[in-house]
């Protein structure tokens, strides 16, 4: 769920052009924007509702927020069971495990329990008072970190059945965790260059710093975007 909620106007706007005019998720984060991840919300909270478009006519803005936005049942905490937030920080260490496969877990455990949204925004509250000295600001622009992910993806050639597996490059801006992320066979070099000249175009512009974990065969801390560009 988005940190801060949209006007129902932007809503419907969210809705308009990926139900009406058929653009894409990435195309109506752009038009509107906000993140993918937030369209993917507000459209997994109109189809709970069992909205279509159009929507009725007699949908005013305030029927429209309690349907997408339901108050939660008010159960004691208790019922509803406490996730163990220093468990879940010990468990998000281990390679492939994610928040929201936790929230699952916990779900599992407790039907009743409390939504994603509540589970992500009370665990970075706990996290947050974990180690303060370790928080940075960073100016819009001013840093993207760059990095493989730990893992893998398997890809299948539909002709031949070859399994390769492909490496994931992914890109973070600083200021607001703006990410890109894209398939390449290896780490070389060439890969390397290349990941980062797509991101710039993906992006529209280079930040004033590259922060890398690694650059193959030479480990640094900083780059300026202009040594990847040719």
Known sequence: MPAQRLSMRKIKEVLRLCWAQGLSKRKTARSCGISRPA????????????LSWPLPAELDDGTLEQLLFPAAPTLPAPVRGLPDWSTINRELKRKGVTLFLLWQEYRAQHPQGYQYSWFCEHYRAWQGRLDVVMRQDHRAGEKLFVDYAGQTVPVVDRLTGELREAEIF??????SNYTYAEATWTQGLADWI??????????????????????????????RPSSLCG
């Open 39 to 50: 369209v993917d919300e507000y459209l997994r909270r109109a189809e709970t509702a069992g």
């Open 170 to 175: 992914v890109a973070v801006l600083g200021a």
């Open 194 to 223: 290349g990941s980062h000249q797509r991101t710039f175009t993906f992006l529209g512009g280079v930040p004033e710093l590259v922060v890398p974990d690694f650059v193959p065969g030479n480990r640094i801390g900083l780059m």
